[in-house]
């Protein structure tokens, strides 16, 4: 069983800095891909980052050059920094692993956390 558990959401002001952090927990051996979507109302999920189990990173035009995402292999963490906050950034963010490795033969696609609230005022 592996759970992902988010914090760090909440509401800060247009221009304002938040960090999401997201921590993966059970027999995990490895995690190829971890990233961060949003979901904002009546609108699908959209991708905002990913990084590679070797860092290499991919962004949302709409974020690139004020998000940042990085990760802790060791801890199996994943944070996203978020600065220059706009309203269009309000949304639930999900935190999303994928090709997990644990002690099950059989690797694990897509795990996904509960979300954490990200409203931005104007």
Known sequence: Q?????SGGGLVQAGG?????CVASGSIIDINAMGWYRQAPGN?????????????????????GRFTISRDN?????????????????AVYYCNADQVLTYDPRPLFNVWGQGTQVTVSS
């Open 74 to 90: 060791a801890k199996n963490t994943v944070v996203l920094q978020m600065n220059s906050l706009k309203p269009e950034d309000t």
């Open 44 to 64: 699908t999920r959209e991708l905002v980052a990913t990084i590679s189990r070797g860092g290499s990173t991919k962004y949302a035009d709409s974020v690139r």
């Open 2 to 6: 592996v759970q992902l558990v988010e």
């Open 17 to 21: 800095s938040l960090k999401l952090s």
